[in-house]
């Protein structure tokens, strides 16, 4: 019986129930279970379910991209038992709806939909399409990818992207990056980001460098005529971004010039005056890209100030006009000119001139008419441009116009009146003065007459008699005396008056007489003396007084009346007293008082003879010598006692001092000394103590220098005594002021006390050392401090200031009992952390000698502990010009604050540099890529590191840094201040690098040779730069094998380097040579001739070259006055050459600094030398001469002119085994001769040839 399915029924719809109707219920198949995808891609699904009965159905799938399958991408019935299909060609990141059902079944029996969204491709094309200075634009294809998908794009300032990454997420194939940072270099990666969140991976753009900013305001900081500064705002761009500025003259068109800047700013030159410039600049990234131009307004150059004439800057010259002339300066013919003419140096003068206030355009000649005649004029110009901005005054100097006619006398100025000073000589000097006034011919002369009355009345004196003639000038206002001729006809006593006559210039002169335009009066008369003294008898122990000397002159009057001190008789030659005014007298007729001579200056022990001498009002004198004499006793003999000098003394043995004849030489006999115990008041009784109760005079040893055994006087330890001492002389004289010293015994030791650092304490900064001293007697003065290290028994030096194996102390003053010790800065920073010290400290009184207190008694011992870090270093700057620097290298410099906050010295640590590409970069010390050991740095010292291309640092890269110090104790200091550089740029084209010898000397003419890997051969030479720097320059791209190749006494040695690249800077090589470096200089003669080769002529030579084996290994410059020098070479055989020259053997020894000179003698130039100067235990004696058959001896004076040694022509000594006329001889030292001091050599050459001899001498020094 047929089943039925009532509940199925219900769920069909009508054709379904029909079907159902005429199906038997057994035939009916069910959908497909299990159905899923089991594989996706991006264009390719595979999909699988389960069959109900394999063996009996096919599946029809269905897949579409609508869930409701509207749009059909497939429909197919598969195989029999199919249970799995796969699909290709799909669209990547699209969903996609999947079916299936038996394919006999009806719709309904499709299995429940199933879907998957394929893969993304990633983006194609990457494409940067725009840099900008803070924006980037990239775009790329959607790679088949659904057209709505999702792209995400990113830069970053790493090729991780870490640093700085910024993104956008977009469903177009365009991206912009926005807010980026100016000159940077950026990372572009793009991914497509599925429907299903399935990400692609990235599609790598590459890199590239943002622009710098455009510049900003642009404007003109100053306007010259031949150049002009530019300004201009940096944007943002980062200091040190270079500028490229374009310069044109007809708004670009054209362009004139371009430059770079290192700055916003810029100083052109080379501009042409009064002309219209363009300007505009863009700032560079860092591998040259422009930004957009920031562009100037045009501006005008200012004129040109005119230049001097070549020749003249006058032409032709009449009585009424001058021609003027200049030079444009390069200004263009429109610039205006003014011309400025006076007759005043100053331009304060008249000014007249056709070309007065008036702007012209430039002339070959301009002429100045309208002058008057005979005057000199004085001219300047100046220009204007075109903004009618004036120029600076040119001065074109003076020119007078010729003279034209003179009718008008010369006048007189007469600015004298009378003279009424007494004239004794023709010594008066006259104001009256002459002028001929504006536009005058000028003075030619004028004359003086004489008269006993007014008005040329009375008896005429004189003629007209000429005081000045040929005076050519428009002026005369000297001060004149009178002609001696004309002055002596004035008689004594008679008023004379002087007129005056004087004359122009003029064809037919014009003449002015001025009458009586002054008087003279004349003294011929001398003073008198009436001698009334009497010289004191006898020698003069004191002043003797006043004398009766008297002095008159009726005419005139005295005007000075005075005396001098003479040692020999009838000289009056003023030389024991200068002339020494008796009296101030105003024109006196008479002195007849009393007076004293100086007693205290007259000579003693000598007789002193007294001159006298009147001068009158006119000048007229009269001496009378040995007017009295003195006879001036000398006095009595000095002493004094120097020794002992001090209040306290811990010794008494001997007392000690000087003594002195008086001035008139007669010697001292004997010194005589007391002493005196002020404890009891008795005085040394001259054989068993202080006893006497009386001075008792004890004879001293000696007389000029003088001394007393006192060692058996029994003092008594803080005992007091005064000594006294006086001098006898041969005359029984003795001393007018004896010599006093009081003295204290003090035998006793002070004590001392150390209370800071504590004993067994901890001390975390070592600042003050302090403690007590007393004494019983002088007082404590001193106490020395020492600081031992424990840990290998060191004490600390306070003058070299390092640890050492002496014991070293340190004086400090003790006031009051207390005493404080401050150590210093390198005291305090050699204290390391966790390590034990001991401090002693002692005491000395004011004792002489100074009484100390046991060594090493009191003292402390204590740890010292660092808990101080160093302070932060803020004063930190890194190397900027990558031009300036060493390829890949960043060069930094820091002044170190200090240890233990800012004011301490590092004694042993480090530094640590962090650097990167990007600022504001995460840093601490851990991280840290460079560590500098370091030691001994003291505050506020300036250190400098170079990071060198051991860190691999990028070429003409910026690199932002911070920097650590640590101390001895690991304590860090906060890191500096992030700070930035830029490290040197590549070599293109160059290897580079430096040959030393092990001591780091370098070596100059080692030959350097480059073989590249792709063939080719280029070589050089190392310079003489005394670091041995070598460039192999214009090489191929490749890499190379370095070889460098050096010759040294005749043996050659090589050694490379191999893998080489271009650019490289740093292939040095360091040499294990034996030899000392040696040089060779001279001066080359200006002109000499001979018949050696090498004497030649060298004018204008500037080049000297040194070869060796043919090749030339150096070159260098010769100065102005022919010397030259070549150093740091290696011993061997060389060619000096130089041009126009024939060359010069040289041969060097190891270390020798061979001199040469060329000349027209047989030796050498300076050739003959001792070395080495100073000379312990031998001195070699060398000399060079043109040929081989001379005879040579040298002799060895000292310094009195004795011979100590002499080297003959035959000694075996002699060492000429060379084929450049080089010899050698030595002298060796025994242990005592020759003794320390200066020694004179002298060489003997002669030559067997021309039997002519030369003679060479020279000086060296031994010592021992």
């Known amino acids: 019986m047929t089943s039925w399915n009532i509940a199925g029924i219900k769920k069909l719809g009508l054709w379904a129930l029909l079907a159902w109707l005429f199906t038997p219920a057994a035939g009916y198949c069910a959908a497909p279970s299990d159905v899923q995808f089991t594989a996706v891609s991006t264009d390719t699904v595979s999909l699988s379910w389960v069959l109900d009965a394999p063996s009996a159905e096919s599946p029809l799938m269905v897949i579409s991209t609508a869930s409701d399958f509207s749009v059909a991408f497939s429909s197919e019935t598969g195989g029999l038992g199919a249970q799995t299909t796969t699909y290709y060609g799909l669209t990547p990141n699209t969903t996609y709806f999947f079916k299936v059902k038996v394919s006999t079944e009806p719709d309904a029996a499709y299995s429940a939909l199933v879907s998957a969204v394929t893969d993304p491709n990633p983006p194609g094309t990457p494409l940067i399409m725009g840099v900008y200075s803070s924006s980037l634009t990239i775009s790329w294809a959607d790679a088949g990818n659904n057209p709505g998908s999702l792209y995400l794009a990113q830069a970053a300032q790493d090729e991780t992207f870490d640093v700085q990454r910024v993104s956008t997420l977009t469903v177009s194939g365009f991206g912009v990056f926005e807010g980026l940072a100016l000159n940077t270099t950026y990372y572009i990666r793009a991914r497509t980001v599925g429907f299903s969140g399935v990400e692609t991976a990235d599609t790598g753009f590459g890199s590239t460098i943002t622009l710098s900013a455009q510049p900003l305001s642009p404007s003109y900081t100053a306007v010259y005529s031949s150049g002009v500064l530019l300004s201009w705002e940096p944007n943002g761009n980062l200091s040190g971004t270079r500028y490229y500025v374009q310069v044109s003259s007809d708004d670009f068109l054209t362009l004139n010039y371009s430059s770079f800047a290192a700055a916003p700013e810029l100083s052109t030159y080379g501009l042409a005056p009064n002309t219209t410039y363009y300007f505009k600049t863009a700032s560079l990234n860092s591998v040259g890209v422009l930004s957009p131009y920031a562009v100037f307004q045009s501006t005008l150059t200012r004129a040109g100030i005119p230049k001097p004439h070549a020749g003249t800057n006058f032409g032709a010259v009449t009585a009424d006009s001058i021609e003027v002339q200049w030079l444009q300066n390069s200004n263009p013919s429109h610039t205006e000119y003014y011309l400025k003419v006076s007759s005043s140096a100053d331009f304060q003068g ?414 975390y900064a070592l600042d003050v050392v302090s403690g007590t001293a007393a004494d019983t007697g002088a007082g404590p003065s001193l106490a020395g401090v020492s600081v031992r290290r424990l840990v290998d028994g060191k004490w600390w030096d306070f003058t070299s200031r390092a640890w050492g194996s002496a014991t070293v102390s340190s004086m400090t003053a003790v006031s009051g009992g207390n005493w404080v010790f401050l150590p210093d800065v390198f005291l305090r920073g050699n204290m390391l952390n966790g390590y034990d010290y001991f401090i002693t400290a002692y005491a000395a009184d004011a004792a002489a000698p100074a009484n100390v207190s046991a060594f090493g008694l009191q003292g402390a011992t204590f740890t010292f502990s660092d808990g101080i870090p160093p302070g932060q270093t803020t004063e930190v700057f890194a190397s900027t010009d990558p031009e300036a620097s060493l390829p890949g290298r960043l060069s930094v410099t820091w002044v170190f604050p200090g240890d233990d906050g800012n004011s301490g010295l590092l004694a042993a640590g480090e530094f640590a540099i962090q650097y990167s590409t990007f600022t504001g970069f995460s840093y601490s010390t851990a991280s840290a890529l460079v560590l500098i050991t370091t030691a001994a740095v003291p505050p506020g010292s300036t250190q400098v590191y170079t990071i060198s291309s051991d860190q691999q640092l990028a070429y003409s890269t910026t690199y932002y840094l911070r920097l650590w110090t640590e101390d001895d104790a690991g304590l860090w200091s906060a890191a500096s201040p992030e ?51 070598f460039r192999l320059t214009h090489l191929a791209a490749g890499i190379y094998r370095i070889q460098v190749t050096w010759t040294a006494e005749g043996l050659t040695s090589s050694v490379a380097k191999d893998k080489i690249p271009v650019g490289n800077a740093d292939t040095d090589f360091t040499l294990s040579v034996t030899y000392s470096l040696a040089s060779v200089s001279g001066t080359l003669p200006l002109s000499i001739s001979g018949r050696r080769a090498s004497s030649f002529s060298v004018a204008g030579a500037s080049e000297v070259e040194l070869y060796q084996a043919g090749r030339r290994i150096a070159v260098v410059r010769a100065g102005a006055d022919g010397s030259f020098r070549i150093g740091n070479i290696l011993p061997g055989d060389y060619e000096l050459r130089a041009p126009g020259i024939a060359p010069i053997r040289v041969h060097l020894r190891s270390g020798e600094n061979l001199v040469v000179r060329p000349s027209s003698e047989f030796i050498l130039g300076e050739s ?97």
């Open 350 to 763: 008249t000014e007249n001139g056709s070309m007065r206030d008036t702007w012209f355009t430039w002339a070959a000649l301009t002429s100045v008419s309208g002058l008057n005649a005979g005057v000199t004029f004085y001219f300047e110009v100046k220009a204007r441009d075109s903004l009618l901005r004036e120029t600076d005054w040119f001065d074109l100097g003076a020119k007078k116009t010729l003279p034209g006619a003179d009718t008008v006398p010369p006048s007189v100025i007469d600015l004298q009146g009378g003279d009424d000073h007494w004239r004794g000589a023709a010594s008066g000097s006259y104001m009256v003065h002459f002028d001929d006034g504006f536009g005058g011919s000028g003075l030619s002369k004028f004359e003086v007459k004489l008269s006993t009355s007014p008005g040329l009345a009375g008896t005429p004196l004189t003629g007209w008699t000429e005081v000045a003639t040929d005076i050519n000038a428009q002026i005369y206002n000297t001060d004149w005396q009178i002609p001696l001729d004309a002055f002596q006809t004035i008689t004594e006593g008679v008023t004379a008056y002087v007129s005056v006559r004087v004359y122009d210039a003029a064809p037919i002169s014009n003449v002015t007489i001025s009458t009586d335009i002054f008087y003279v009066k004349r003294d011929t008369t001398p003073p008198t003396i009436t001698n009334g003294a009497v010289s004191p008898s006898g020698w003069l122990f004191a002043d003797p007084g006043v004398f009766n000397v008297d002095f008159a002159d009726a005419r005139s009057g005295l005007a000075f009346i005075q005396y001098s001190a003479s040692g020999l008789a009838g000289a009056a030659d003023a030389a024991v007293i200068g002339w020494t005014d008796i009296d101030t007298l105003v024109s006196s007729s008479a002195y007849t008082a009393n007076w004293s001579v100086a007693f205290s200056a007259l000579a003693g022990g000598a007789t002193n003879y007294i001159s006298v001498r009147a001068i009158d009002a006119a000048g007229n004198t009269t001496t009378l010598a040995d007017a009295f004499r003195i006879m001036k006793a000398a006095g009595s003999p000095g002493v004094a006692l120097t020794s002992p000098s001090a209040a306290y003394i811990s010794s008494a043995s001997y007392l000690s001092g000087s003594a002195t004849g008086g001035n008139d030489g007669i010697a001292v006999s004997f010194v005589e000394v007391w002493l005196k115990n002020l404890a009891n008041g008795q005085y040394y009784n001259g054989a068993a103590g202080f006893t006497s109760a009386v001075p008792v005079w004890l004879r001293a040893s000696g007389a000029e220098a003088w001394s007393l055994n006192v060692a058996t006087f029994g003092f008594v330890n803080l005992s007091s005594y005064t000594a006294v001492a006086r001098a006898k002389d041969s005359l029984a004289r003795y001393s007018l002021n004896y010599a006093t010293v009081t003295f204290t015994l003090d035998q006793d030791a002070p004590s001392v006390y150390l209370s800071s650092p504590a004993a067994l304490s901890t001390v």
């Open 979 to 1029: 700070f930035s550089g830029v490290t040197g740029e590549s070599l293109p084209d160059e290897i580079a690098g430096h040959i030393r010898t092990s001591a780091g000397q370098g070596i100059t003419g080692v030959l350097v040779e480059g073989l590249s890997n792709l063939g080719g051969l280029w070589t050089g030479y190392t310079v003489d730069d005394g670091s041995g720097s």
């Open 1168 to 1264: 003959l030398y001792a070395y080495p100067n100073p000379a312990r235990t031998r001195v070699t004696f060398r000399l060079q001469t043109e040929a081989a058959s001379v005879k040579d001896e040298i002799n060895v004076f000292d310094v009195t002119g004795r011979l100590v040694k002499k080297i003959r022509n035959d000694d075996p000594g002699w060492d000429r085994s060379n084929p450049y006329n080089i010899r050698w001889v030595a002298w060796n030292f025994s242990d005592s001769e020759p003794a320390p001091g200066v020694y004179i050599y002298k060489a003997n050459i002669k030559s067997e040839a021309t039997g002519k001899t030369i003679v060479r001498t020279g000086k060296f020094a031994v010592v021992r």
